[in-house]
């Protein structure tokens, strides 16, 4: 950052009064500037056993396998970002959304919060940031192809809860 977007003068970055860490601080009309954390919100969508994946056609990993997922919006709860991004990459309505995982990404500033849920459609369609997507029985999942580390994470224990049949909530912290 390098401008106020109050007031648009020049920001700097220094620790404010009573505050424990680097915050941008505008000169000229004093407001404090906090960066959060992003929060991904996403579904582990399943039918028959099957569970919804989608190949991605965005980078980054453009043509690989993901579960439904993406930032959540002001104004959404949770759950509504979660059942709208399944819609938006998958074209498909979900139901029983259940909280099923957190994972924390310090190093990139994100904190995912994953979704239990099943499809409410008979069929979905791509959306414009899939390429494809594929229902898979878990012994089918393309682990080597898979995007990113906290899906791989968080559908490995999906895996190991089903075989169980049980689903705790479960926090990780990716590294």
């Given at each position: 950052m390098n401008?106020?977007?109050?007031?648009?003068a020049p920001v700097t970055s220094k620790i404010p009064e009573a505050d424990d860490?680097?915050?941008?601080?505008?000169e000229a009309c004093a407001a404090i500037h906090y960066q959060n954390?992003?929060?991904?919100?996403?579904?582990?969508?399943?039918?028959?056993?099957s569970i919804l994946l989608c190949r991605?056609?965005?980078?980054?990993?453009?043509?690989?396998?993901?579960?439904?997922?993406?930032?959540?919006?002001n104004g959404e709860t949770l759950q509504e970002g979660a059942a709208r991004e399944t819609l938006e990459e998958a074209g498909y309505q979900v139901s029983d959304l259940?909280?099923?995982?957190?994972?924390?990404?310090?190093s990139i500033n994100q904190v995912y919060i994953m979704f239990r849920c099943s499809l409410a459609d008979s069929a979905g369609?791509?959306?414009?940031e899939s390429l494809e997507i594929k229902l898979f029985q878990p012994p089918e999942?393309?682990?080597?192809?898979?995007?990113?580390?906290?899906?791989?994470?968080?559908?490995?224990?999906?895996?190991?809860?089903?075989?169980?049949?049980?689903f705790p909530f479960h926090m990780i912290d990716i590294l």
């Open positions: 401008y106020c977007p109050h007031c648009g860490r680097p915050r941008f601080v505008c954390p992003k929060m991904v919100v996403g579904t582990i969508p399943e039918t028959g056993g991605r056609a965005i980078e980054p990993a453009r043509d690989k396998w993901t579960l439904p997922a993406g930032y959540l919006e259940v909280p099923y995982a957190i994972a924390n990404i310090a369609a791509p959306g414009s999942i393309p682990w080597q192809e898979l995007a990113f580390r906290s899906i791989r994470e968080v559908l490995k224990l999906y895996c190991q809860d089903r075989e169980e049949g049980k």
